[in-house]
C-alpha cells in the first residue's frame, strides 16, 4: 500500500513538473513569437500572442500549433499613398506551422476583425474638403456612410453631403460610393461631387496572406472583417 502511495505521489509531482514546464515553455515562445511577428512585419508596437492548445511541448515536437490568437493596437496600414491607423486588430490563427527556433511561421488559416475609425477614413479619402461619418445601413442591409464634400462650381463653392455605401473590393480594398448625388439641376455637380466623395482605397501592410472579407459601419467607425489562408507571419 506504502508502494502505491508513493508512486502516486511521485506521478502527480512529475505531472506538476512537466505542466510547469510545459507553462513555462508557452510563455518564452509567445514572447518570442511577438518579437519575431513584430520585427518581421515591421509593426511599430509589439503585439499580444497567445499560444492555444495543451501541451504545448507536443505541439512543438510536431512543429505545428494548433491556435496562436494575435491582438495589437495601433497597426499602420497604406491607404493609397497615404498612411492610416488600423485599431483593434485581433486574429486568431489557426494550423501555425513553425520551425524550433519560431523564426519562421505560416497559419494554414485565418480569422480575425479591425478597426478603422472616421477620423483615419477620412484621412484616407485623402482631400481637406472631405469628411466621413457613420451613415447607417440602407433597407438592404448594406453599410453606409455619410461623406461631405464641398466643390466650386461655377465659381461658387457647393457643399453637399451623401450617403455613400462602403464595400470591400478584391479582397484589399476599401470602396466608398455615393448611392445619389443631389444636383439641383446644376450642369456638372454631380461630376463633380463623386470626384470627391467616390474613392477607392487599398489597404496595405498587413501581414502576406490576410484579405479583407467585408466591412461594417458602426457609430465609431467601420470594423472590418479578414480572412486569410497560408498566412506568413515570421520569416
Excluded at 13 to 36: M, S, T
Excluded at 82 to 110: C, E, M, P, T, W
Amino acid at each position: 500500500m506504502r508502494a502505491i502511495r508513493t508512486t502516486l505521489i511521485v506521478a502527480v509531482i512529475l505531472a506538476g513538473l512537466f505542466v510547469a514546464a510545459d507553462r513555462a515553455a508557452v510563455y518564452f515562445a509567445e514572447n518570442q513569437a511577438a518579437e519575431k511577428i513584430r520585427s518581421s512585419q515591421g509593426l511599430s508596437g509589439t503585439p499580444d500572442v497567445s499560444i492555444k492548445g495543451f501541451p504545448f511541448l507536443t505541439q512543438v515536437a510536431g512543429s505545428e500549433l494548433e491556435e496562436v490568437d494575435i491582438k495589437l493596437d495601433g497597426v499602420t496600414a497604406g491607404a493609397g499613398d497615404r498612411s492610416v491607423k488600423v485599431s483593434g486588430f485581433d486574429a486568431q490563427l489557426h494550423n501555425v506551422r513553425i520551425d524550433s527556433s519560431f523564426s519562421s511561421a505560416v497559419a494554414g488559416s485565418a480569422t480575425g476583425t479591425a478597426h478603422l475609425s472616421y477620423d483615419e477614413l477620412t484621412k484616407a479619402a485623402g482631400d481637406p474638403n472631405v469628411s466621413v461619418a457613420y451613415g447607417g445601413k440602407d433597407g438592404a442591409g448594406r453599410s453606409q456612410v455619410k461623406v461631405t464634400g464641398q466643390v466650386t462650381v461655377m465659381g461658387q463653392p457647393v457643399q453637399r453631403s451623401v450617403v455613400s455605401t462602403v464595400s470591400v473590393v478584391n479582397g484589399n480594398t476599401i470602396r466608398v460610393r455615393a448611392d445619389e448625388v443631389p444636383a439641383q439641376g446644376i450642369p456638372g455637380l454631380e461630376r463633380k461631387v463623386r470626384e470627391k466623395t467616390d474613392f477607392d482605397r487599398q489597404l496595405s501592410g498587413l501581414p502576406k496572406g490576410i484579405k479583407l472579407d467585408k466591412v461594417v459601419t458602426t457609430p465609431t467607425g467601420v470594423d472590418i472583417t479578414l480572412t486569410g489562408t497560408d498566412v506568413n507571419l515570421a520569416g
